[in-house]
């Protein structure tokens, strides 16, 4: 293509190409006053050029586009500059007021447009010369609340010149300026609820050259503070020339004479060695750091607690298996009243844990058949064979006893006998006499 078009041609296109560059990505230079709004408008239009087209060119919409802004080698922007992007189809504002003690001191400001649709970006730099004046600041301020406007609203140039305009017919001053516009979200403010298009709020000071209206200085009247402190809209007799598109509430309204106002130093306490100076240089570290060497991070963290570990094991196993005493050596210590004791009750223990397995395979002692030592017979038992065994008790009582024994029992004061009931029990099938002995012996 280039071959085809004339030397001419090619120089003028090519000087085009450069003109349309250095225009994007030369710096802005602007020259806001001290003590006055400044407000900087990031158009969308203006980055579109950079970004390829929409794909569909019927379609009236456009690429979302969002931008950052930060001050050259900080993350952030100076802190009386602030910035607000409601939606990103919608341009991005840049407002604030800076104050004389940055006259002098240019801020570059980093501006960087994301496009949401391709994720390409693009950069250019805003250079803002704080210029001092000697107007300004004015000594006469006020600052109304606007209950039904957002602060990109008031930022229009047309809506704040209507504003400024009412201002100035209440007023009568002869200079009259717009000094600064906050939201009421700045100000703790409460966002509002998304029904009957309600509004944030916007606060806007501006500042004069004459002393406060008639008009204005009714807000202070005993009357309209009463009236402000049972949260009634107080009686403004100029209220009519702002209604009509600003809705102003007069119970926050503040007037200031900064000509009466008395200064007040506060001393700033040292920052510190960690601290940044406010316009300083931010150096990053050296990118030829030595590496660090974690070996004795490692001993302290592992080793350490594992070798501690280990000797409590060692220690542990020696008194748990080495210094054992052993049964032998614990029944030797033992009164040999107290091994016949355990074991017979581990004896029982084990009678009874097997009759509890099934009780149809032996009968307890207490149901085997009795030997009667004067008739020499052998007593059958108490309960038949076919007798359930569920519910039969261990040990029979004496009242129900066939076949019983009576032996004469002498009485210690006469001649008189009395009869002995008892019956002949086997332990471990062994009969037990002493019963009968001592009862013949009497």
């Given at each position: 293509?280039?071959?085809?078009?004339?030397?001419?041609?090619?120089?003028?296109?090519?000087?085009?190409?450069?003109?349309?560059?250095?225009?994007?990505?030369?710096?802005?230079?602007?020259?806001?006053?001290?003590?006055?709004?400044?407000?900087?408008?990031?158009?969308?239009?203006?980055?579109?050029?950079?970004?390829?087209?929409?794909?569909?060119?019927?379609?009236?919409?456009?690429?979302?586009?969002?931008?950052?802004?930060?001050?050259?080698?900080?993350?952030?922007?100076?802190?009386?500059?602030?910035?607000?992007?409601?939606?990103?189809?919608?341009?991005?504002?840049?407002?604030?007021?800076?104050?004389?003690?940055?006259?002098?001191?240019?801020?570059?400001?980093?501006?960087?447009?994301?496009?949401?649709?391709?994720?390409?970006?693009?950069?250019?730099?805003?250079?803002?010369?704080?210029?001092?004046?000697?107007?300004?600041?004015?000594?006469?301020?006020?600052?109304?609340?606007?209950?039904?406007?957002?602060?990109?609203?008031?930022?229009?140039?047309?809506?704040?010149?209507?504003?400024?305009?009412?201002?100035?017919?209440?007023?009568?001053?002869?200079?009259?300026?717009?000094?600064?516009?906050?939201s009421a979200l700045d100000r703790g403010g409460r966002v509002p609820l998304p029904?009957?298009?309600?509004?944030?709020?916007?606060?806007?000071?501006?500042?004069?050259?004459?002393?406060?209206?008639?008009?204005?200085?009714?807000?202070?009247?005993?009357?309209?503070?009463?009236?402000?402190?049972?949260?009634?809209?107080?009686?403004?007799?100029?209220?009519?020339?702002?209604?009509?598109?600003?809705?102003?509430?007069?119970?926050?309204?503040?007037?200031?004479?900064?000509?009466?106002?008395?200064?007040v130093y506060i001393t700033r306490p040292d920052p510190g060695t960690g601290i940044?100076?406010?316009?300083?240089?931010?150096?990053?570290?050296?990118?030829?750091?030595?590496?660090?060497?974690?070996?004795?991070?490692?001993?302290?963290?592992?080793?350490?607690?594992?070798?501690?570990?280990?000797?409590?094991?060692?220690?542990?196993?020696?008194?748990?298996?080495?210094?054992?005493?052993?049964?032998?050596?614990?029944?030797?210590?033992?009164?040999?009243?107290?091994?016949?004791?355990?074991?017979?009750?581990?004896?029982?223990?084990?009678?009874?844990?097997?009759?509890?397995?099934?009780?149809?395979?032996?009968?307890?002692?207490?149901?085997?058949?009795?030997?009667?030592?004067?008739?020499?017979?052998?007593?059958?038992?108490?309960?038949?064979?076919?007798?359930?065994?569920?519910?039969?008790?261990?040990?029979?009582?004496?009242?129900?006893?066939?076949?019983?024994?009576?032996?004469?029992?002498?009485?210690?004061?006469?001649?008189?006998?009395?009869?002995?009931?008892?019956?002949?029990?086997?332990?471990?099938?062994?009969?037990?006499?002493?019963?009968?002995?001592?009862?013949?012996?009497?």
């Open positions: 293509m280039l071959c085809t078009m004339s030397a001419a041609a090619v120089a003028v296109w090519l000087g085009t190409v450069v003109t349309i560059l250095s225009r994007s990505h030369a710096d802005h230079n602007v020259y806001p006053s001290a003590g006055v709004l400044f407000v900087h408008v990031l158009e969308r239009e203006y980055f579109k050029g950079e970004f390829p087209p929409y794909p569909k060119s019927g379609d009236a919409s456009s690429d979302p586009i969002t931008f950052n802004t930060n001050l050259m080698g900080y993350p952030d922007r100076p802190g009386w500059l602030r910035y607000i992007q409601r939606t990103q189809h919608s341009d991005g504002v840049l407002y604030g007021s800076p104050t004389a003690e940055h006259v002098g001191k240019p801020s570059v400001i980093e501006i960087t447009a994301y496009n949401r649709r391709t994720f390409e970006t693009a950069r250019r730099n805003l250079v803002i010369n704080i210029m001092a004046t000697e107007e300004f600041p004015l000594p006469y301020q006020a600052e109304f609340y606007i209950k039904n406007m957002n602060v990109e609203e008031m930022l229009a140039s047309e809506v704040l010149g209507d504003f400024l305009g009412a201002v100035k017919n209440v007023w009568q001053p002869e200079r009259l300026n717009a000094i600064n516009i906050t029904i009957n298009n309600l509004k944030e709020g916007v606060y806007v000071m501006v500042g004069a050259d004459v002393a406060f209206s008639s008009c204005l200085r009714e807000v202070e009247s005993p009357h309209n503070q009463l009236r402000c402190s049972q949260e009634m809209e107080p009686v403004i007799s100029c209220d009519k020339k702002f209604r009509a598109q600003f809705h102003i509430d007069w119970c926050k309204i503040s007037l200031v004479d900064i000509n009466k106002v008395v200064p940044l100076p406010e316009f300083g240089e931010y150096s990053p570290p050296s990118e030829s750091l030595m590496g660090r060497n974690y070996f004795s991070d490692f001993l302290i963290t592992l080793a350490v607690p594992s070798a501690v570990a280990l000797v409590l094991f060692f220690i542990l196993g020696y008194t748990m298996c080495c210094r054992r005493e052993g049964v032998e050596k614990r029944n030797m210590q033992t009164p040999d009243i107290e091994l016949v004791h355990h074991s017979s009750i581990q004896k029982s223990t084990k009678e009874l844990r097997n009759m509890s397995k099934n009780r149809e395979i032996s009968w307890p002692l207490s149901t085997l058949p009795v030997f009667n030592p004067v008739s020499g017979e052998v007593v059958p038992p108490i309960h038949p064979d076919n007798y359930e065994t569920t519910s039969m008790p261990l040990m029979q009582t004496q009242t129900n006893l066939q076949n019983q024994i009576t032996i004469p029992q002498q009485r210690p004061s006469g001649d008189n006998y009395v009869m002995s009931t008892f019956r002949r029990l086997e332990v471990n099938g062994i009969p037990e006499e002493r019963k009968v002995a001592e009862a013949l012996n009497l």
